[in-house]
């Protein structure tokens, strides 16, 4: 067997379908548009213990929202998804042809 074959990783179910996330870690995606990695610490808002988080102590991805390039942003990370949730919601409402 090649050392580059790649082994199915079994997650419980189906191998057809992926129900549930395999991936427990982060790791470096040279081409995510969003990593703003080599200039800077950054940021993270936990959910799971409502604080910020930098990348030395980050909480699992399904727990976090970011990054962001301040901690002061990371702390208005809940207030940001509440204004963009809104903006969005009338959008929608808009689009639908709805009144408010």
Known sequence: MSPFTLKPVYSGCDPLFLCET???RRFAVHSDLMS???RGT???WCTRHH???TEADVCPA???LGPYRSKADAERALQ???E???VWDEEDRRWAGEER
């Open 42 to 44: 950054q940021y993270f």
């Open 51 to 53: 604080r910020v988080e």
């Open 62 to 64: 399904v727990y976090v």
């Open 84 to 86: 963009r949730n809104e």
């Open 80 to 82: 940001t998804v509440q």
């Open 22 to 24: 395999v991936a427990h």
């Open 36 to 38: 703003d990695s080599g």
